[in-house]
C-alpha cells in the first residue's frame, strides 16, 4: 500500500508543476497581452526565442506613437 502512495505522489509532484505551466501557458497565450509574459518569459526564451523576438518587435510597434499633425497640415 505505502508504494501505491509513493508512486501517486511522485507523479503528483511531478505532474502537478508540469500541468500548472502547461496551464498557465494556455492562458497566456490564448488572453493575448504582455502581463504573463513575466512568469513565461525565461521559459520562452529557452525553448521559443523566436517567439521572443517577434513579441519584442510587436511590443514596439505597439509602443510607436503616430506623429501629431503640424499646425499648418491639412486633414485627410
Excluded: C, K, N
Excluded at 520562452?44 to 526565442?49: A, F, G, K, Q, Y
Excluded at 510587436?58 to 506613437?65: G, I, L, S, Y
Amino acid at each position: 500500500m505505502s508504494d501505491i502512495v509513493a508512486v501517486v505522489l511522485a507523479l503528483v509532484a511531478v505532474g502537478g508543476p508540469v500541468a500548472g505551466l502547461t496551464w498557465l501557458a494556455h492562458r497566456v497565450r490564448s488572453h493575448g497581452g504582455s502581463g504573463g509574459y513575466s512568469l513565461m518569459g525565461p521559459f520562452d526564451e529557452l525553448w521559443h526565442p523566436a517567439a521572443v523576438a517577434a513579441r519584442l518587435e510587436v511590443q514596439v510597434q505597439e509602443e510607436r506613437q503616430e506623429p501629431s499633425p503640424a499646425p499648418g497640415d491639412r486633414l485627410l
